[in-house]
């Protein structure tokens, strides 16, 4: 499950590293205070509390293990309170460690995590913590520099698609090589987003497509881009406009999405070398105003223009 990783070696295909590390720790006992960083759906959580199933029994596990997430309160008083109180109680079971899990923990307050390093400090003899984020930096580097950092990276499609078979085959799930491709791609590398869409695609549409994926998702179809492309190319301003804003609504579809493939495509039609780079950079700078909030119908217009720029100058250049 876990993959990762380390803060020196930066392979991609790194399963069982993680794992294979805090095993180690485990079963010599020397478990150090751990630091999980990286992006979402990418097992963070999972391996902690799959290292503490195997810690801990289950009659022990509730006195043993603290877990704190997003849910609870992230200020001072919490790092004062609850975490304090487990932390410095004498453990019932046996002599070995407690664990306190904070998940997300770069949701923490400066103050909380100034106290949080003076009680992992006090309480090392008894007590491990896992700290968990999605932003390293958002960690103080006094509490960092305490711990044992592992990276998990965003999964390769090699990982993902494993488990996803699994999950089809337990589940029954209908599913064409395109769609697992379309799955796959528009997660990018976030195995809970991956199982996110097979499930509301499964249980939307039956079978699981490509078509499917990217209609449950919001996601624009080849030929949906395909025909915005044509129209803007192809059709005056007004009508390629209407057109397009049609389809989005219709589709749900977001520029943003449209965007990106628009771009992609781009890549793939036979502009001359000087025109495909004004028009590359024009739509880098609507990606850009749109990523600040601006208003979605007129950086559309903005590119059905500079689609239509476009065509206009190659007009003329041949004439
Ligand atoms: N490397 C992985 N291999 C298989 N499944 C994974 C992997 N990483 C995450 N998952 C699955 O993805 C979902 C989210 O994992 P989670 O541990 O909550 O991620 P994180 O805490 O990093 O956001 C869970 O269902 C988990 O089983
Ligand atoms: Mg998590």
Not at 205 to 210: N, S
């Amino acid at each position: 499950m876990a993959s990762t990783s380390s803060k020196t070696s930066q392979q991609p295909r790194n399963l069982p590293w993680v794992e294979n590390t805090i095993q180690k720790f485990i079963s010599e006992d020397r478990l150090p205070h751990l630091l999980f960083y990286g992006p979402p759906g990418t097992g963070k959580t999972s391996t902690i509390l799959a290292c503490a199933k195997q810690l801990y029994k289950d009659k022990e596990f509730n006195s043993m293990v603290l877990e704190l997430n997003a849910s609870d309160d992230r200020g001072i008083d919490v790092v004062r309170g609850p975490i304090l109180s487990f932390a410095s109680t004498r453990t019932i079971f046996k002599k070995g460690f407690k664990l306190v899990i904070l998940d997300e923990a770069d949701a923490m307050t400066q103050d909380a995590q100034n106290a949080l390093r003076r009680v992992i400090e006090k309480f090392t003899e008894n007590t491990r913590f896992c700290l968990i984020c999605n932003y390293l930096s958002k960690i103080i580097p006094a509490l960092q520099s305490r711990c044992t950092r592992f990276r998990f990276g965003p999964l390769v499609p090699e990982q993902m698609i494993p488990r996803l078979e699994h999950v089809i085959q337990q589940e029954n799930i209908d599913i064409t090589p395109d769609g697992m491709k379309a799955i796959v791609t528009l997660s990018s590398g976030d195995m809970r987003r991956s199982l996110n869409i097979l499930q509301s695609t499964s249980m939307a549409y039956g079978k699981v497509t490509e078509d499917s994926v990217y209609t449950c998702t919001g996601h624009p179809l080849r030929s949906d881009i395909a025909n915005i492309l044509d129209w803007s190319l192809n059709q005056n301003f007004t009508s390629a406009y209407n057109q397009i804003l049609q389809l989005k609504t219709l589709k749900g579809l977001a520029l943003h999405d449209i965007l990106t493939e628009v771009h992609m495509l781009i890549h793939r039609v036979d502009f001359p070398p000087s025109i495909r780079m004004g028009l590359l950079i024009k739509l880098a700078d609507i990606e850009h105003r749109l990523a600040s909030g601006t208003n979605e119908k007129i950086q559309l217009s903005s590119m059905v223009a500079a689609f239509q720029a476009v065509r206009d100058l190659v007009t003329s250049e041949a004439a």
